[in-house]
């Protein structure tokens, strides 16, 4: 994609800071860290979402994330704990439409975290529950 950062890293036509690399994935610092240590996994295709990644490509991603999880908590870096996570489409968050996985070591009281929506403590009924499953069981 032209107008794809992610996608002018991998060719090298923009400097990254690359810490892993295979023939499905490339993992690099992320230039604005949440926390000293945090890095973004790439599929080297570009796919914008996570649902228009091939297998492959989507299982490569998370073996990828899972190593650089492991090397964070051998790293000598602070990493009390590490949070993955993709934002997936704009609504959640995502910024770069190129699929990638944020692995970010944690450390208690680091200020990052989730903003809870109002009405979170209400709990849904058992019946309210499987009536979202079976929404979701059926489009698999
Ligand atoms: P997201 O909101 O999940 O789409 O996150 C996009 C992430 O990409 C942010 O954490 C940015 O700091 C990071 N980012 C954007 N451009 C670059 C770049 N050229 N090199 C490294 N990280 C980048």
Known sequence: MDDCVFCKIIEGAIPATKVYEDGHVLAFMDIQPVNPGHVLVIPKEH??????????????????????DAALRKSGLKCEGVNMFIADGKAAGQEVFHVHLHVIPRAEGDGFGLKFPEGYENKPSAEELKETADKIRTSL
Do not use: P, R, W
């Not at 796919?47 to 650089?68: N, P, R, W, Y």
């Open 47 to 68: 796919d914008e979402l996570v649902t228009d990644m091939d297998e492959e490509h989507a299982s490569a991603l998370f073996q990828a994330g899972v190593k650089i």
